[in-house]
């Protein structure tokens, strides 16, 4: 199956600080999608972005589906960014499943 | 409105026991997804319902028993489950399915049951 990794696994930001998350696919995409979790656990859609660039306030992301990889960009982080940031992905070939990498966990701290 | 519900937000269980978690959307979509999570790792698949009808059951244990009674609803039903079947269900939702031809679509989560049992 189709394989997703995300860098790093672990970040810790002073708040104000910037930041990009990267997601690295193994095969072509026709859904690409970032999660912020927050500690409660709900998934909060950040972006549907399975080509091109999206901003939305203070996150904008990047998706290079012909290099397989999507960055997220985070800026003037806030203590309530904290939390774990999850790419997922849906093969092209229709009729699969969204697979997650296993996240980047932020804590921004004061 | 992009939203899915999902009750009851904790369930405590034993082995014995039968209970049903329950996720509702009223956004018109077709598509409906559950997903476990344990703790420090991703959410994963475990069945897909497209037009009320399984679509995939990603050879998850028979006392794990979803239900689609209606387009806005998804049931799952819990029958003598095991203590490592404690985890974070997700529910989620999408316009349709991902088509054969490749058309996909944004999938939207519900605020999970943390389900332990005991």
């Known amino acids: 199956g189709i394989q997703v990794e995300q860098s790093p696994p672990d970040l810790i930001l002073q708040e104000g600080a910037n930041s990009t998350l990267r997601c690295n696919f193994s095969?072509?995409?026709?859904?690409l999608q970032w999660f912020h979790q927050n500690p409660w656990g709900q998934l909060i859609n950040l972006f549907y972005i399975p080509s091109g660039t999206k901003q939305n306030g203070r996150l904008s992301a990047t998706t290079v589906a012909t290099e397989r990889y999507s960055l997220l960009y985070i800026s003037s982080s806030q203590t309530t960014d904290s939390g774990v940031y999850f790419c997922?992905?849906?093969?092209?070939?229709?009729?699969?499943?969204?697979?997650f990498g296993k996240g980047t966990r932020l804590s921004v701290i004061a | 409105d992009t939203e899915v519900t999902q009750t009851p937000k904790h369930l405590v269980m034993g082995m014995t026991n039968k209970k049903s978690l329950k996720c509702e959307q009223h956004m018109g979509h077709r598509a409906m997804y559950w997903y476990k999570q344990k703790a420090k790792k991703p959410p994963e698949l475990m069945f897909v319902?497209?037009?009320?009808?399984?679509?995939i059951n990603e050879s998850v244990p028979s006392r794990f028993s979803p239900e689609c009674p209606n387009s806005s609803l998804l049931n799952l039903h819990l029958h003598a489950l095991q203590p490592e079947d404690s985890a974070l269900y997700l529910c989620?939702?999408?316009?349709?399915?991902?088509?054969?031809?490749?058309?996909?679509?944004?999938?939207?989560f519900g605020p999970g049951t943390r389900l332990t049992v005991t």
């Open positions: 989620a939702s999408s316009l349709r399915y991902t088509t054969a031809s490749g058309s996909s679509y944004e999938q939207y």
């Open positions: 997922a992905v849906e093969r092209g070939s229709g009729n699969t499943p969204l697979v």
């Open positions: 319902y497209s037009y009320e009808k399984l679509s």
């Open positions: 095969d072509s995409v026709n859904n």
